[in-house]
């Protein structure tokens, strides 16, 4: 069995704790050929030599949290309550986006990104209340903020 060098050793445990780096360049810092280093780099993977690396430990979930299917579940049952069933929202709330869209491509009308994005919450808000319950009160504000943040930016307030 041949002995290794001294150099390819240290070679090998340099590549080993840095694998992003470039054979050639460390294989030049060690004086020894890129072809050789290559060779090397392969056998320090096959063998792991030099490096002792624990497995991975992967956290345990804590036992005092809740579960987070059964959190979503809750979630999503409590918004169902509030705004209605998602899919007949989407429904309703895509319908009135492509009118908009349909109606501002037919005008040539443009916006400015703030101005579409709000415009879309405020459908999006809007079809809460229709699909949902109309009662939320913060369906309403939403809506009165997101029309003020535009209101305000042409204004030069931006914020």
């Known amino acids: 069995m041949k002995k290794q060098s001294?150099?390819?050793?240290k070679f090998m445990e340099y590549i080993m704790?840095?694998?992003?780096?470039?054979?050639?360049?460390?294989?030049?810092?060690?004086?020894?050929t890129p072809s050789l280093g290559y060779q090397l780099r392969k056998k320090a993977l096959e063998n792991q030599i030099g490096v002792f690396a624990p497995p991975e430990m992967v956290p345990m979930p804590d036992p005092r949290l809740p579960d987070l299917a059964s959190t979503v579940d809750k979630?999503?049952?409590?918004?169902?309550?509030?705004?209605?069933t998602f899919k007949d929202g989407a429904a309703l709330?895509?319908?009135?986006?492509?009118t908009m869209a349909a109606h501002a491509a037919k005008h040539d009308k443009t916006f400015a990104d703030d101005q579409w994005e709000a415009l879309e919450m405020i459908v999006h808000k809007m079809g809460?209340?229709?699909?949902?319950?109309?009662?939320?009160?913060?369906?309403?504000v939403?809506?009165?903020?997101y029309a003020t943040l535009v209101a305000d930016r042409l204004q030069g307030k931006a914020r």
């Open 142 to 145: 939403d809506i009165a903020g």
């Open 75 to 84: 979630t999503l049952d409590a918004r169902a309550a509030n705004y209605g």
């Open 6 to 9: 001294s150099k390819s050793l």
């Open 17 to 32: 704790n840095h694998p992003s780096a470039k054979v050639g360049t460390v294989a030049k810092k060690f004086g020894i």
């Open 93 to 98: 709330m895509q319908s009135i986006k492509r």
């Open 128 to 140: 809460r209340i229709v699909n949902g319950n109309p009662d939320v009160v913060d369906h309403w």
